[in-house]
């Protein structure tokens, strides 16, 4: 039997990211700020107790920027500027894989949970050039096994953004410094 191109994996990829979000659709959805990622056992960001971000440990964020920035509620896109732009990022951690989509204009997020993928980053590059290939910029893999501060660490080595925006059960995602992302709005199934 011969081995599939990369073409053809890419393709596979890219297809199975379509069923899981077609599935997903109704369900996959969680609000940020809303109590969504919470389950039994989970404490508040800042105690430490288990379940709380402290005790995540290896996280991967790839984080891809865009170069526009958009709003969701307004349906408008306009060209990015330094400081405000739009993202498509995923997370991976002990929670799951995650895409996180930020609209700039209104500081807007729409996470969705993924569940656990065989390769999330793989996931990342495939379905992010698919769908906003045409605005993207640049993208980062980062990886560390030292959790949050280790990933704050991560983004100062390439000059980017600390700031972190983190889920009592801890998902995480970065932001431009002073910004405050929450959800204002739920994508249509």
């Known amino acids: 039997m011969a081995r599939p191109s990369a073409f053809e994996i890419v393709a596979v990829i890219s297809c199975v990211v379509g069923m899981v979000w077609a599935v997903r659709g109704r369900t996959g959805y969680d609000g940020f700020d809303r109590g969504w990622i919470a389950s039994p056992g989970d404490t508040d960001a800042g105690t430490g107790e288990r379940g709380g971000p402290s005790e995540i440990r290896d996280i991967t964020l790839v984080v891809f920027f865009l170069s526009v920035q958009s709003s969701y509620a307004e349906n408008t896109e306009v060209p990015a500027t330094a400081d405000v732009f739009d993202t498509v990022q995923f997370v991976e951690s002990e929670t799951g894989c995650w895409r996180i989509k930020t609209f700039a204009a209104d500081q807007d997020v729409h996470p969705w949970h993924l569940g656990?993928?065989?390769?999330?980053?793989?996931?990342?590059?495939?379905?992010?050039?698919?769908?906003?290939?045409?605005?993207?910029?640049?993208?980062?893999?980062?990886?560390?096994?030292?959790?949050?501060?280790?990933?704050?660490?991560?983004?100062?080595?390439?000059?980017?953004?600390?700031?972190?925006?983190?889920?009592?059960?801890?998902?995480?995602?970065?932001?431009?410094?002073?910004?405050?992302?929450?959800?204002?709005?739920t994508p249509e199934p």
């Open 116 to 185: 656990n993928t065989s390769d999330c980053v793989a996931l990342a590059h495939a379905n992010t050039e698919k769908h906003y290939g045409d605005v993207l910029e640049k993208g980062y893999v980062l990886r560390t096994g030292e959790g949050i501060e280790g990933l704050r660490r991560e983004l100062a080595e390439r000059g980017l953004s600390t700031h972190l925006e983190v889920s009592p059960s801890g998902l995480v995602f970065c932001t431009p410094e002073g910004t405050r992302y929450r959800s204002k709005t």
